[in-house]
């Protein structure tokens, strides 16, 4: 009798949970930049899940193409601040999250979810802190993402039998050696105009060291300091052994010339290597990016749930399937990142992954001011301009006295 009473409730729990599941209906506009390879491939991952779940829910893919959110950040604004917000939309932990976001009003608290699901018991405190603001969690992190490493073509480098790079002084010498080959040494895009910035920020924290690199967003460090005149000087070194059609190609244009190996390396986050497991390019070895040892660059992409978002149900089931264990081992399997969550399965990894699994736990994490960890919005984009004329016109100088006064109108003393 007790048994059978237990076979009913169990049952009707679960008929109760699957039609709970079904009910949900309508629409959820998910808004992101994810549209190159690895990218789509990983949010559809998390798509897929969700439509498992609840059928019934019309899943809009609202992507705006660009890397780094290049256009897709100001298609956003224009619909936040127009009322017509995305259900849920892409943005980094950090000063993009909590500055841009946050503070203005614009989110709901998602803290309750974190109860709920026990977010807080599975996440590395370095992440909550950053998608935290005044004793609320605001968005759901899927992904650490690494910006500081140099990828390459590692057949180019056995057939003329040289060593991947750790120091600058290497990387000059084995870009000396491409060329005289007439081999491109360095691939870079530089089309949606972040893509230098975020080499140069890898050349900042090779130069100034995990400590000198933060203190540049917070007044420590001062802009004028002579490692950042070196920082300058080495840039626009490297940048003199780059693809001549750079302004035409995009990160993932510019990760293709390795994948067809016409040229040996690159640095860019591991969104990379999302990139080469789309293509199916197994043949890509890495290191970290010059002088950056012992330092993981590091920022997440997150999801959160805007006031007035018109699916308010259908978002909090898309934050959850984002939260969860599958969802974010099905995610960052495609992406190439590692997942938020410490508690998945590491075997499941390729071996790029695991190696940076373990990074984390023992490197110097220092965020990314590329993709909006380590300063504000404003602050990101002037810096961005700054370095992008930079490669049109390297003069050290100019630029350097141009990131003095950028830092003082963001309201860092110099
Ligand atoms: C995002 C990544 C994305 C990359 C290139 C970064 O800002 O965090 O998820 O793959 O931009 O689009």
């Not at 000059?172 to 080499?199: M, N, Q, R």
């Not at 004028?224 to 693809?243: G, H, I, Q």
């Not at 490197?363 to 960890?373: D, T």
Request: proline fraction near 4%.
């Amino acid at each position: 009798m007790f048994r059978k009473i237990i076979m009913i409730l169990l049952i009707s729990i679960l008929l109760l949970s699957v039609s709970s599941m079904a009910q949900l209906k309508g629409k959820l506009e998910i808004f992101s930049w994810w549209t190159a390879g690895g990218e789509a491939e990983g949010l559809q991952a998390l798509i897929d899940i969700f439509h498992k779940k609840y059928p019934n829910v019309e899943i809009i893919n609202a992507t705006v193409a660009g890397g780094a959110g290049a256009n897709a950040k100001a298609v956003l604004k224009t619909r936040m601040l127009g009322g017509d917000p995305p259900d849920t939309f892409q943005v980094h932990a950090g000063h993009e999250l909590i500055d841009t976001w946050v503070k203005t009003g614009f989110m709901e608290p998602i803290t309750f979810l974190y109860k709920q699901e026990g977010w807080a018991k599975v996440m590395p405190k370095g992440i909550l802190d950053i998608v935290s603001y005044k004793g609320d969690y605001w968005s759901v992190p899927v992904n650490i993402h690494r910006a500081n490493v140099l990828w390459y073509n590692k057949k180019i480098f056995e057939e003329n039998n040289l060593t991947p790079p750790k120091t600058f002084e290497d990387f000059f010498k084995v870009a000396d050696a491409l060329k005289s080959k007439g081999i491109t040494p360095f691939a870079l895009g530089t089309k949606d105009g972040w893509e230098a910035a975020h080499v140069f920020e890898t050349v900042l924290i090779g130069k100034l060291g995990a400590e000198g690199y933060k203190g540049l967003w917070d007044g420590k460090t001062k802009w004028s300091d002579p490692r950042v005149t070196d920082a300058l000087e080495t840039f626009k070194k490297m940048l003199t052994y780059v693809n001549s059609d750079h302004s035409a190609r995009t990160w993932d244009e510019a990760c293709a010339l390795i994948v067809d190996g016409s040229a040996a390396m690159t640095i860019m986050g591991d969104w990379a290597v999302g990139y080469f497991y789309a293509k199916g390019f197994n043949d890509f070895g890495w290191v970290l990016a010059p002088g950056n040892a012992g330092i993981f660059d590091a920022l997440s992409d997150s999801f959160g749930l805007p006031k007035g978002a018109k699916n308010r149900d259908n978002v909090i089931a898309f934050l959850k399937v984002l939260g969860s264990k599958e969802g974010q081992e099905a995610f960052n399997l495609k992406k190439g990142s590692i997942p938020a969550r410490t508690d998945v399965d590491k075997s499941k990894f390729p071996p790029y992954q695991r190696s940076c699994m373990e990074d984390w736990l023992k490197h110097k994490i220092v965020p990314s001011v590329m993709h909006g960890a380590a300063a504000s919005e404003g602050w990101v984009t002037e810096f961005k301009d700054v370095i992008s004329l930079f490669v049109v016109r390297p003069d050290v100088k100019t630029t350097q006295k141009a990131l003095v006064n950028v830092a003082i109108k963001n309201g860092v003393k110099q």
